[in-house]
């Protein structure tokens, strides 16, 4: 198997938009984990993961439309369906043939909507703090992180101000976080949210009649159709999902499984990359009908 360390990166046109999916791994499988990054996020958060699963998978990270190296939509379609649909096409024109899909946080809630509607194809799930009942606190915290700037000087200056909300991160995880949420200017040498900047607009709305105001199944809905493996992660420091909703969704998802990563918050990733990979890898590998 063809192994390598470094990501690779190309544009895939779907939906009117380029969307920006990276590859580890031995990327002639036509078997995969696709990983879908959270809210204020972009694929870049996988990288210490997928590197290390990618010893043993083809893996598959994808910038989510508006997000990273993928397009913005000039109508301010984000909408869930859109998004899924984004995903679906993807994974036609990568002919992949079974799947593990792993989401963090909005990538989550991505997932189990399309996991939901093709079981044949997705094999594995792994859900990281996502639910569908949220504590308002943590939605409070990703507004508040979102907010507190619109440039940076450095690096450095950024993680002086982002080490509150990621306080179980160390040095070089926290660095990696933010190197992985910033860019470089084009026109100066400031470094901006790696994202559309109307995600920080709380009053930009999408335009009307367009497939993002398509009726969303509820996650519950969603959640209880769900037939494969699946394995529901959450941050013991959680801000935002409480080990209530991860019962009533093991309860609702047969023969899943709850995985409790310590010293981590919402940001599992983020602040405990490798105890994550660990897990997925363990969970992948006990699956009686794990196909990679």
Not at 2 to 10: C, G, H, L, R, Y
Not at 31 to 49: F, K, N, P, Q, V
Not at 115 to 142: F, H
Not at 185 to 206: L, N, S, V
Request: glycine fraction near 6%; charge should be negative; proline fraction near 4%.
């Amino acid at each position: 198997m063809v192994v390598s360390d470094k990501a690779k990166e190309e544009l895939i046109d779907v939906n009117g938009l380029s969307i920006n999916v990276r590859s580890w791994g031995n990327r002639k499988s036509k078997s995969a984990i696709i990983m879908l990054h959270g809210y204020a996020e972009t694929s870049r958060i996988w990288d210490d993961s997928a590197q290390d699963l990618s010893r043993d998978y083809h893996v598959i990270a994808i910038d989510q439309r508006g997000y990273g190296g993928s397009g913005y939509s000039k109508d301010l379609e984000y909408g869930r369906t859109i998004q899924v649909e984004d995903l679906r096409k993807i994974i036609e024109e990568k002919k992949l043939t079974s799947i593990s899909m792993i989401g963090h946080d909005m990538g989550a809630a991505n997932g189990i909507a399309y996991t939901a509607e093709n079981p044949e194809i997705v094999t594995a799930m792994v859900i990281i703090e996502s639910s569908p009942d949220v504590l308002r606190n943590g939605i409070e915290n990703i507004r508040k992180l979102v907010s507190i700037g619109n440039k940076f000087a450095s690096i450095e200056s950024a993680m002086a101000l982002f080490k509150e909300y990621f306080p179980y991160a160390n040095n070089d995880q926290l660095r990696r976080r933010v190197q992985s949420i910033l860019k470089v200017g084009d026109k100066d040498q400031f470094f901006y949210w790696d994202f559309d900047p109307m995600f920080k607009d709380p009053t930009a709305r999408p335009a009307n009649n367009n497939t993002s105001q398509k009726r969303i199944p509820d996650l519950w809905e969603l959640i209880d159709r769900i037939q494969c493996p699946t394995m529901i992660v959450r941050g013991t420091h959680s801000d935002l999902v409480t080990p209530e909703a991860m019962e009533r969704m093991h309860r609702r998802i047969p023969g899943s499984r709850i995985s409790l990563i310590e010293e981590a918050g919402h940001a599992v990733p983020t602040d405990q990359p490798g105890q994550l990979a660990l897990n997925i890898r363990e969970f992948l590998q006990n699956l009686s009908n794990n196909v990679f």
